[in-house]
T-cell receptor, first 114, second 117 residues
Framework: AQSVTQLDSQVPVFEEAPVELRCNYSSSVSVYLFWYVQYPNQGLQLLLK??????LVKGINGFEAEFNKSQTSFHLRKPSVHISDTAEYFCAVSPRSNDYKLSFGAGTTVTVRA | GAVVSQHPSWVICKSGTSVKIECRSL??????MFWYRQFPKQSLMLMATSNEGSKATYEQGVEKDKFLINHASLTLSTLTVTSAHPEDSSFYIC?????????????FGPGTRLLVL
């Protein structure tokens, strides 16, 4: 079984400031890692994913995340946020198997203020 | 990217009635689709895995007779909430599994908000 912990439930940040959203996971098997964004009243949109290779993953909208196997973390960062980045962000993992079931963290609400 | 649609986007129904929600993969075929439920300010909880041409696999604690899933084609899965009650009110989200260039990705629909009065 897998579990995901998002360490911050809410992150207020000023426009053009950097932001980091923390995600830790636990799993008895190797996993794939994902970050999704959910805008109000919408479904989830994939920001980025780590499957293998370079531990630094770049995604859409200027986001990037770094996989740290020793710390079982997959923190999401953006160097300069915009008002439009206000949303809910979910970290998720799935086992490296055929069932591909996603386990989600509780989510982090990012509120960007001018 | 791949597009997944859901219909309806929101529905209000009376207690005791059944509601059907459709999930469609618009530009790709999906042998596997997933149904999630999301309560306000909470994360997504996987309800079931929908496999084309076979029975759905339900997660522990999800009543299969309450939440009927049919995956009749490679682009359509339906979730029917039978005899809905107010506690079934929630945001239901589907996703479809896609293979592209040897990589697997889940694409999510926009969700269906259900309110049972």
């Amino acid at each position: 079984a897998q579990s995901v912990t998002q360490l911050d439930s809410q992150v207020p940040v000023f426009e053009e400031a950097p932001v980091e959203l923390r995600c830790n996971y636990s799993s008895s098997v190797s996993v794939y890692l994902f970050w999704y964004v959910q805008y109000p009243n919408q479904g989830l949109q994939l920001l980025l994913k780590y499957l293998s290779g370079s531990t630094l993953v770049k995604g859409i909208n200027g986001f990037e995340a770094e996989f740290n196997k020793s710390q079982t973390s997959f923190h999401l960062r953006k160097p300069s946020v915009h008002i439009s980045d206000t949303a809910e962000y979910f970290c998720a993992v799935s086992p490296r198997s055929n069932d591909y079931k996603l386990s989600f963290g509780a989510g982090t609400t990012v509120t960007v203020r001018a | 990217g791949a597009v997944v649609s859901q219909h309806p986007s929101w529905v209000i129904c009376k207690s005791g009635t059944s509601v059907k929600i459709e999930c469609r993969s618009l530009d790709f075929q999906a042998t596997t689709m997933f149904w999630y439920r999301q309560f306000p300010k909470q994360s997504l909880m996987l309800m079931a895995t929908s496999n084309e041409g076979s029975k759905a696999t339900y997660e522990q604690g999800v009543e299969k007779d309450k939440f009927l899933i049919n995956h009749a084609s490679l682009t359509l899965s339906t979730l029917t909430v039978t005899s809905a009650h107010p506690e079934d009110s929630s945001f239901y989200i589907c996703s479809a599994r896609s293979w592209t260039s040897g990589e697997e990705t889940q694409y999510f629909g926009p969700g269906t908000r259900l309110l049972v009065l």
